[in-house]
């Protein structure tokens, strides 16, 4: 019965009740965007980082990540390599050698990095920053670089490269490749400075045999690693060596984006204090209007209670309604740009590449996280709706007529 007066009384006077409600709408909306939008450039970062660089976690000879020499590294051992992808959350073991190169085209010349990885199965995805020509094969004899390369140098498709590098154990490494293919990249560092070849032809180059620098591991789940991590240290390998997690490889990058997610919660309560002033101030101009209406009930008989009891869910409904429509104009919102991606404008796209992240508003999917901020605003519209509640029970009503 309550529920359904203080329903009547909100549609009373519409006007007064659309600007509380536009309020709440617009805090769960700004919020819910932003945290999204926040949460997912966080997301695209490590995902950059763990496909390009380190995977969710690592296997390594011990030392290796120290020094990151060609000299320090690995026997593929197949028997387990097998026994890491039966691992469960594991969802493909990827063995790569790494290493650097001067690059050299005509009268021009750059430092690079090189990784050999197999194409068929790597986590790079090399398939998904392909612009121009093809995926190189696991016996293909070309390379593929990044785009940035490819504009410095003024080479596409068929041109050569001339590589020079250090081999394993001091063997001089030289040769010249064809480019098969040009990739993008959302980080500049990995745009202007990476080739990628297959496997088998990077341990050409370097003369390593069968050898890797190490085996990128992507998991199912990335909280898996806490339990995938020991399994991996527990198998018999050929030499000593090391299981790094993706936390302790990024270390710098994951403090920078817990830097950053402070500052943005910090944004955030400044929102919702700026937030809450306008409602008190909806609330008072409503609670004025009323009070001659108080007075008369109260005045009539009504119980003081009874009138609280209504006016409580008179703010219940008024906060529920709020927060829920704030939540169905921002969720397909951010439904939309998780699946599709919109371009940044010229202007933001080269300082966001510096950071590493794609230059596109990507948002993440998290109803936890969308949950806990409509929930904080729900009280905040509650704490503020105390006001009139207050002013019921200390109202006097001939005063209140009189005015």
């Known amino acids: 019965m309550y529920f359904k007066l203080a329903w009547r009384n909100i549609w009373r006077n519409k006007r007064r009740s659309f600007i509380t409600i536009g309020s709440i709408l617009f805090a769960v909306f700004f919020a819910l965007i932003m945290r999204s939008f926040q949460e997912g450039m966080y997301e695209m970062m490590i995902d950059n980082m763990v496909s390009i660089s380190t995977g969710h976690l690592q296997v390594h000879k011990e030392g290796y990540w120290e020094d990151r020499s060609i000299d320090n590294i690995m026997t593929l051992d197949q028997d387990v390599l097998k026994e890491i992808n039966s691992i469960a ?71 050569t490269l001339v590589l020079l590098g250090q081999g394993y154990h001091a063997q001089t490494a030289a040769a010249i490749y064809p480019v098969g293919g040009i ?37 199912d789940d990335i909280v898996a690693y806490t339990e995938v991590k020991p399994k991996l240290q527990a198998l018999q390998y050929a030499e000593a060596v090391s299981v790094l997690d993706y936390a302790e490889m990024i270390p710098e990058v994951l403090e920078a984006i817990q830097v950053d997610r402070i500052g943005g919660k910090i944004f955030i309560g400044i929102l919702y204090v700026i937030i ?6 909806t609330i008072m ?30 703010s219940i409904l008024i906060a529920f309604v709020g927060v829920l429509m704030g939540f169905l104009v921002a969720f397909p919102l951010i439904y939309k740009l998780h699946h599709d991606p919109v371009p940044f404008g010229e202007e933001e796209m080269e300082a966001f590449q510096s950071f590493g992240i794609e230059p596109a508003y990507y948002s993440v999917i998290d109803l936890v996280l969308c949950f806990e901020h409509m929930l904080i605003i729900f009280c905040i519209a509650m704490v503020v709706n105390l006001y009139p509640l207050v002013k019921i029970m200390t109202l006097r009503p001939v005063e209140a007529m009189r005015k």
């Not at 093809?134 to 490819?150: F, L, P, Q, W, Y």
């Not at 409503?286 to 869910?313: C, N, P, Q, W």
């Open 183 to 219: 990739l993008h990249f959302g980080n500049p560092e990995f745009s202007d400075k990476l080739v990628v070849m297959p496997l088998k032809l990077a341990q050409e180059f370097c003369s390593t045999e069968d050898r890797v620098s190490s085996i990128l591991i992507e998991l």
């Open 276 to 281: 809450s002033f306008g409602m008190f101030g």
């Open 89 to 159: 959350n594991v969802n493909r073991a990827c063995p790569r050698i790494e290493s650097f190169a001067w690059i050299t085209a005509d009268d021009l010349g750059k430092g690079a990095i090189l990784i050999g990885l197999d194409p068929e199965v790597d986590i790079m995805e090399l398939g998904d920053k392909l612009v121009d020509g093809e995926v190189v094969g696991m016996d293909d004899k070309s390379i593929m670089i990044g785009e940035g390369m490819a504009e410095y140098f003024g080479i596409s498709i068929g041109d």
């Open 285 to 314: 101009m409503m609670t004025a209007e009323r009070k001659y209406e108080y007075g008369v009930l109260i005045s009539i008989g009504m119980h003081r209670f009874k009138l609280f009891m209504i006016t409580l869910r008179e």
